[in-house]
C-alpha cells in the first residue's frame, strides 16, 4: 500500500523532522495493516484515510507537546497519537499505556522495528501507570466523554501537568456537560486547538485540562463551564 505517497501529500511542509516522519509513519501503518486480521487494531485501511485519520490527526497540534520532558499516551491502541508524535518530537520521552495485552505486544514489536528510543509500551492501564509515572503531559485520543474523562485523569493532573484530549467538533458541548465534575475535581477545561481534517474527514479540537489554583482561573473556568 502506498502510505508513503497518501503522507507525501498531506504532512504539513513545516512539520519537524518530516522526511523521518513520513518513513517511519509510513512503516507504522504497513505493520499496522499486517497484523489487522487477527488483532482487529483499526477499520480504517484505506491509505489515504489512514494517512489522515492515524497520522496526520496525531501530529497536527504536535505545539501544545513541544516542551514537555515526558508524555503519557493513555490508551494507545496501536500507537495513536504517541508513535506519530514521538517522531516529530525525538528529544521527548513518551510512555504508550495499552493494557490490551495483545495490542501492546503490537506496540512493543512496532516500536522496536521502528527503533524509537524515546518510546516505551507499558502493557497497564493508563490510571495504573500515571499512579506511579511523572508525566508532564498526558494525552489521549480514544478517549470516554469528558464527564468521565475528567473523574478518571484527575488524580493525575497536579500542579504543571497537563492532559491533552483528541476531540471531535463537539467539544464545547462535552466541555460544558463536564461541568459538574471540572467543579469536583477543581480541573480547569479549555478548547486549546481546532482543525480541519482534508477530504471532509472532519473538524477536530483539542481539549487541555489542567488543575487550577488562580482566581482567574477558577474565573475563567466558570465562564467556560
Known sequence: MQFADELEQVLPADLPHRARVLAHAARHLELIIAANEHLNLTRITSPREAAIKHVLDAVLPWRLFAGARRVVDAGSGPGFPGVPLSLVLPEVRFL??????????????????????????????????????????????????????????????????????????????????????????????????????????????????????????????????
Open 96 to 225: 504508550l499505556a495499552e493494557s490490551v495485552q495483545k495490542k501492546a505486544r503490537f506496540l512493543d514489536a512496532a516500536v522496536a522495528e521502528l527503533n524509537l528510543p524515546n518510546v516505551t509500551v507499558l502493557p497497564q492501564r493508563a490510571e495504573e501507570v500515571l499512579r506511579t509515572a511523572k508525566a508532564d503531559v498526558v494525552t489521549a485520543r480514544a478517549v470516554a466523554p469528558l464527564s468521565r474523562a475528567v473523574g478518571l485523569f484527575a488524580p493525575a493532573v497536579k500542579a504543571g501537568t497537563r492532559a491533552f484530549f483528541y476531540k471531535g467538533p463537539d467539544a464545547e458541548t462535552e466541555i460544558a456537560e463536564a461541568a459538574a465534575e471540572t467543579r469536583k475535581h477543581r480541573m480547569f477545561l479549555r478548547l486549546v486547538d481546532r482543525y480541519e481534517l482534508p477530504d471532509s474527514f472532519g473538524v477536530r479540537t483539542v481539549v487541555e485540562m489542567s488543575r487550577y489554583g488562580r482566581l482567574e482561573d477558577r474565573n475563567d473556568s466558570s465562564r467556560s463551564d
